[in-house]
Nanobody, 124 residues
Framework: QAHLTESGGGLVQAGGSLNLSCTVP????????AGWFRQAPGKERVGVAC?????DTLYADSVKDRFTTSLDQNILYLQMNNLKPEDSAMYYC????????????????????WGQGTQVTVSS
């Protein structure tokens, strides 16, 4: 039903910035949640930054104060600043139509719709 497409990944030097974007379908949900997850080789896919239809955001401790997610119409953004090598991963956009309260926003199990990912590589 839903189709998500991420873009904006690439290679960047440590300390640099990237801005990821994700187009989500206009499904006219009254309540929704959208966010970013990342997965490095051999590691679990973990929540990074998410936002719901109330404007609530939740960030992983590892990216807090460096990453910012926002939603403009049907485009989800992830502004990543002061990137570190440990941020290197495949970044996935995720979406859920329905209510997700703040503390659950980073829980992978809540999101049924996923993009194919965009690679972020941070060199030192």
């Amino acid at each position: 039903q839903a189709h998500l497409t991420e873009s904006g990944g690439g290679l960047v030097q440590a300390g640099g910035s990237l801005n990821l974007s994700c187009t989500v379908p206009d499904l006219d949900f009254e309540d929704y949640a959208a966010g970013w997850f990342r997965q490095a080789p051999g590691k679990e896919r973990v929540g990074v930054a998410c936002i719901n239809s109330d404007g609530d955001t939740l960030y992983a401790d590892s990216v807090k104060d460096r990453f910012t997610t926002s939603l403009d119409q049907n485009i989800l953004y992830l502004q990543m600043n002061n990137l570190k090598p440990e941020d290197s991963a495949m970044y996935y956009c995720a979406f859920r139509g329905g209510v997700v309260i703040g503390p659950s926003l980073l829980s992978r199990s809540w999101y049924p719709y996923w993009g194919q990912g965009t690679q972020v590589t941070v060199s030192s």
